[in-house]
C-alpha cells in the first residue's frame, strides 16, 4: 500500500470524504458535522495552512483548500515517511533518512494498532497506578514533574515486524522494510520511581499497560493493544514515562501527552497516550499479548512450517541489529575517485554493539568499523567507515553488527509465523563507474 503516499488530496476525498478525514486528521468524521470540520479537524486543517480559517463554518462537506489540493497525502509533522497502512496508520522511515544520530520528530516511525485519540489535553490528562501496589496513584503529567526526577535519555525503539516485508515465504502484517526504527532523545521520569512510590507488593510479576486510543471497530468495551513487561524489566532506570520528545512535544502519531518508552524491547510494549499501569500477579493478558502475538517459536523452524500454538515464547530483548544510513543504495561514485565514506548506526536490545563490520565482497572479507560508545544504555550506537573499490562494477555493501555476548546479525532470515525479528545483514547497492 505504499502507493497511498504519493495519491492527491483531490483522488483521497474523491474515494471516500469520511475516511479522507480520519486518515488526514487522525480522527472519525463527526456524522453530524453539517458541512464543516469540527474539534481535533479543524485545528490540524488550520495547522497545516499555517494559520486560521475564519469562514470555516461555511466549508462544504469533503472541502480541502487549494493550498493544500495538490500536496500527496502525508501525516502532518511526518512528510519523509512512507505510508503503509492507512488503517490504523502505519508508516516508516527510509534508512538513508536516518541519518541523523537522534532521530528528527519528524522521522520516527509511527505504529498504531487503534484510532488515536481525538481530544488531548496535557493539562488535564491523568495516569493510574494501580494493581499489585500498596498505594494506587493519580497522577497529572505536573504532578510527574514535580514528585520525581525528569531526566532526558537517547533511547532506541523499534517494531517488533521491522523486516517483516523480506520474509518468503510472507508473513501477514505490515510489511515493514528497514525503517521502522529510531533513537530519539525522550524527556520523562523513570518508570521505576513511580512504580517504587506506589509501592510494588511482592505478589507483582508483570505490568499491564493502556492507553487511550481506542479500537478499529468503534466499540469501547475494546482495546487495539495492552501490553506489558516482566517487574524486573519494568524497574530497570532506563524506562520512561515521556512527555516530551526531542525537547518539544510529543507527535501526536508517538503518543502526545503522554507514552511509555521501553528500550531494546518490542516498540508495542511502550504503550501510546497513555493513562494506566496496573501491576498483575500473573502475566498480563491484554490484547497482543495472547496466541501468537509479539512471540516467535521456542526452536528454529523452516521457512513455511506450522508451528502449535503452545510452542510459542513472548518476545523480550531485540536482537543485534545495524542500519546503513549513508549512503544511500543505488548511488554511483566515478572510478577515479573509487572512495566512499559509509556511516549507519547500530543497537542490540538490552545489550551493547561491541563491532560493526563491513564487506564489499559478498562477505568474503570483512572491514572493522568505527564504533562509537552509546550516548547512554539503549542509545544506538553510531558507526563509520572509508571503503575503497578496487575497480569499476557493480557492489554491495553488507553491515553485520555483532553484540557484546558475540551474537552476529546472520545473513539469511531466522524465518518464523509472524515475520518478527528480522536482523538479517543491511545492504546497500553502490556502482563504480
Known amino acids: 500500500m505504499s502507493d497511498r503516499k504519493e495519491r492527491d488530496l483531490f483522488e483521497l476525498y474523491a474515494e471516500d470524504p469520511e475516511k479522507a478525514d480520519r486518515i488526514l486528521f487522525g480522527r472519525i468524521p463527526n456524522p453530524d458535522r ?44 511526518k512528510q519523509d515517511l512512507t505510508i ?22 519528524s522521522r520516527l516511525f509511527v505504529r498504531n ?42 533511547l532506541q525503539l523499534e517494531c517488533g515486524g521491522n523486516g517483516r516485508s523480506f520474509f518468503e515465504p510472507k508473513a501477514r502484517g505490515n510489511q515493514w522494510t528497514v525503517g521502522a526504527i529510531g533513537c530519539c532523545e525522550w524527556t520523562g521520569v523513570r518508570l521505576a520511581d513511580v ?33 506489558g513487561v516482566p517487574i524486573d524489566k519494568a524497574l530497570s532506570p532506563y524506562n520512561l514515562i515521556a512527555f516530551a520528545q526531542n525537547g518539544g512535544p510529543i507527535h501526536p502519531m508517538n503518543g502526545a501527552p503522554l507514552r511509555l518508552v521501553i528500550p531494546g524491547w518490542p516498540g508495542s510494549c511502550s504503550q501510546k497516550w497513555l493513562t494506566r499501569v496496573q501491576l498483575r500477579d500473573r502475566i498480563h493478558d491484554g490484547p497482543k499479548m495472547t496466541g501468537k502475538s509479539y512471540r516467535v517459536p521456542e526452536y528454529p523452524v523452516a521457512p513455511g512450517e506450522s ?51 563491513l564487506s564489499i565482497d559478498f562477505g568474503a572479507t570483512w572491514i572493522k568499523a568505527d564504533l562509537r560508545e552509546p550516548a547512554n544504555p539503549y542509545a544506538w550506537q553510531h558507526f563509520a567507515a572509508e571503503i575503497e573499490f578496487p575497480e569499476k ?36 547497492s553502490v556502482r563504480v563507474v
Open 34 to 77: 453539517r458541512g464543516f470540520l469540527r474539534g481535533a479537524g479543524l485545528t490540524a486543517m488550520a495547522a497545516m495552512l499555517g494559520t486560521t480559517i475564519p469562514f470555516h463554518r461555511f466549508m462544504p462537506s469533503g472541502f480541502i483548500p487549494v493550498a493544500l489540493a495538490e500536496e500527496p497525502f502525508l501525516i502532518t509533522g
Open 84 to 105: 503503509l497502512n492507512d488503517r490504523p496508520v502505519n508508516a516508516e522511515c527510509p534508512a538513508h533518512l536516518l541519518d541523523d544520530e537522534v532521530t528528527p520528530t
Open 113 to 154: 494498532n487503534g484510532i488515536p485519540p481525538e481530544m488531548v489535553d496535557a493539562e488535564t490528562w491523568t495516569l493510574s497506578v494501580d494493581g499489585e501496589v500498596e498505594n494506587a496513584l493519580e497522577l497529572t503529567i505536573a504532578d510527574l514533574k514535580r514528585d520525581f526526577e525528569v531526566l532526558s535519555l537517547q
Open 195 to 227: 512504580l517504587k512510590a506506589a509501592g510494588v507488593k511482592d505478589a507483582a510479576v508483570y505490568t499491564a499497560h493502556y492507553g487511550a486510543d481506542s479500537h478499529l471497530s468503534g466499540d469501547a468495551d475494546k482495546l487495539p493493544i495492552s501490553r
Open 307 to 357: 508451528v502449535p500454538k503452545d510452542a510459542f515464547q513472548i518476545i523480550e530483548s531485540m536482537p543485534v541489529k545495524s542500519l546503513i544510513t549513508y549512503p544511500e543504495s543505488g548511488i554511483e561514485i566515478p572510478a577515479d575517485k573509487p572512495t566512499l565514506a559509509v556511516r549507519g548506526h547500530a543497537w542490540a536490545g538490552d545489550n551493547q554493539v561491541s563491532a560493526v563490520d
Open 393 to 428: 562494477g557493480y557492489y554491495e555493501i553488507w553491515a553485520r553488527a555483532t553484540d557484546d555476548e558475540q551474537r552476529m546479525q546472520p545473513f539469511a532470515i531466522a524465518w518464523n509465523p509472524k515475520g518478527y525479528l528480522n536482523n538479517s545483514m543491511h545492504r546497500i
